[in-house]
């Protein structure tokens, strides 16, 4: 009997809430499947409607155009079969939906068991349980069909085990958002299923950014051993087919862990794409970002330069008299290195013009402080955004995760802008992508002295970042522990062997800064949690470590 099967794994970058595009890339990959003379289809999870909808799955006009579209799906092709992702409306309950379509026609609906709601996920705020595996017969295969956190929770093929044939095929229906450690967690998982119970795998995952959350794709075919058949590209739509051949055995290796490089090569391409689909999607085609001379402007650039291309790119340097001349410098040859518009325009006599009517008409004369500082930050935002809302460009915001967690930088200042694409990436992570990208760019390098040079606000004279933070190498590791890892005061002291009154500042600092990140832009999530949907923190709140 053979038991052979051509599955194509659609590695597909869905828009939330845009079904007639996401139905169109469906009907595209289809009939492309067909051509290419796959037996079955699978595309990720909710594909037809993107990942995360959230309250779109509460409007009834969402749910009624869902429900067309997946009648469209049935109507597509007789001659391939498919399995795509949608929320229904089944009994008056909604439902997270594999649909199985046979030749044309839905012979099955899956509903979704496991229902994840921590860090990103907040599924059970919109769907219903599912109650029943669902495995089928399909090419003499039996096929046993899960949605994402399914496999996630002390899986079990057993579950299977009241029919009457055990499954020889496993396929998993994923949104699973990327971070740095993400894929390998999936192999493991997995291969270890896959070992346990003798069986294939197949896996597709979502492809694209959507707000903060970016989807890496790395879709990928295991055979009964755990071990690599082949994988998708990652960070790229594509259409990934494979013969399945049952039970033959497969020489190739174990997955091998990513390195270094590998890892900085996954989190600028994230970032990449993460910020060309925020831009995209969003109906923006050009960016706008303030050019300090500093590493994390600079890198900022980088990203855009190459997810958007330089001609999108508009950079604006607003020296002020605590500006070095060799910041203005280095802005300079950033731009012309990179290939972006640069404008230059000091904002030395509008910071004193302010200073000046502040002093006389309403609080007076001052020492100078932060509030100084402060209003610089604020009339660059001014003019950034006021160029954002004339040239119809979206404002990047430059800040890292090292500086937000602390709360240094300026709410309404260097904190607005409409995305933060480093707002996940510590200040030591900053330094180390810019080296990437340079040993990956070497025509287009960012200069080498914005890397090398002590990083500085420059609000006031002679100012370092060191002033008012500890070195970043403590701070990025204090704030890992905490914010990633959950530690308390006195193991991260212990860990790290730093005081726990640093411990103790930065941390109080952390919680205090809440009120920053609630009013500023999202960010991309690149880490295994990143403020925002991850992190859940009061504003007002009377705790303080002690």
């Known amino acids: 009997m053979n038991r052979n099967i051509k599955v194509g794994v659609v590695q597909m970058n869905s828009h939330v809430g845009a079904i007639d595009y996401n139905l169109k ?63 229904k409306l089944i009994g008056g309950k909604l439902y997270n939906v594999a649909g199985v379509f046979i030749h044309g026609e839905l012979k ?34 039996n096929i046993c069909l899960t949605i994402c956190e399914d496999i996630w929770n002390d899986f079990k093929i057993s579950q299977g085990s009241s029919k009457e044939y055990l499954p020889d095929l496993l396929i998993n229906l ?10 390998n967690e999936r192999l493991k998982l997995l291969g270890n299923i896959a070992r ?32 690599m058949i082949s994988k998708a590209q990652e960070f790229q739509e594509e259409l990934k087919i494979q013969d399945l051949n049952y039970k033959k055995e497969n020489k190739k290796p174990f997955f091998k862990r990513k390195n270094k490089q590998d890892n900085l090569s996954s989190i600028f391409s994230a970032l990449s794409i993460g910020l060309r689909d925020y831009v995209i999607k969003n109906g923006f085609k050009k960016v706008v970002i303030g050019i300090s001379g500093g590493i994390d402007s600079a890198l900022v650039s980088a990203i855009a330069v ?36 640069l404008k230059v325009s000091s904002i030395q006599e509008i910071f004193q013009k302010n200073l000046e009517l502040l002093s006389k008409k309403i609080y007076g004369k001052t020492s100078f402080d932060a509030t100084e500082e402060n209003l610089q930050a604020r009339i660059r935002a001014n003019i950034l955004m006021a160029t954002s809302n004339k040239i119809g460009s979206l404002l990047l915001s430059t800040g890292n995760k090292s500086e937000i967690s ?24 900053v330094y ?52 990633e890892g959950g530690k308390e005061v006195s ?56």
């Open 306 to 341: 190459k997810s958007l291309g330089p001609k999108n790119v508009l950079g604006i340097a607003m020296p002020s008299k605590f500006n070095s001349e060799l910041s203005l410098k280095l802005a300079q040859m950033l731009s012309a290195n990179l290939g972006f518009r």
């Open 108 to 141: 099955y609906e899956y509903k979704k068991i496991r229902l994840p709601n921590y860090g990103v996920f907040d599924e059970q705020r919109y769907f219903e349980t599912g109650e029943e595996p669902l495995i089928f017969k399909f090419k003499n295969r």
């Open 196 to 227: 346990k119970n003798n069986i294939e795998v197949v896996y597709s995952n979502l492809v694209g950014g959507q707000d903060e959350v970016v989807f890496d794709g790395n879709s990928f075919f295991l055979d009964c051993e755990g071990r």
């Open 432 to 483: 180390d992508l810019a080296r990437f990208y340079n040993s990956q760019n070497s025509s287009n390098l960012i200069p080498n002295k914005i890397i090398s040079r002590d990083p500085s606000a420059e609000l006031r004279a002679n100012q370092k970042d060191s002033d008012s933070l500890p070195p970043y190498r403590i701070l990025d590791k204090i704030l890992e522990a905490y914010i």
């Open 25 to 87: 890339k469906i009907i595209k990959f289809i009939k492309l499947g067909r051509n290419r003379k796959v037996d079955l289809l699978c595309f990720p999870e909710l594909a037809l409607v993107g990942y995360p909808p959230e309250d779109l799955l509460l409007s009834k006009n969402f749910l009624k155009a869902t429900e067309l579209a997946v009648k469209q799906i049935q109507r597509i092709d007789k001659n391939i079969s498919y399995i795509v992702g949608y929320p």
């Open 174 to 183: 994923s949104a699973s958002p990327f971070n740095i450690r993400k894929q």
């Open 406 to 429: 602390v709360g240094y930088s300026t709410l309404y200042g260097d904190a607005a802008g409409g995305i933060a694409i480093l707002k996940d990436i510590p200040k030591i992570l």
């Open 491 to 546: 193991e991260i002291s212990r860990l790290l062997k730093v005081q726990k009154s640093l411990v103790r500042k930065i941390i109080n600092k952390i919680n205090d800064s809440e009120f920053k990140r609630k009013q500023g832009p999202p960010g991309i999530k690149i880490t295994s949690k990143a403020f925002g949907r991850d992190r859940r923190y009061p504003i007002t709140n009377g705790f303080k470590e002690a």
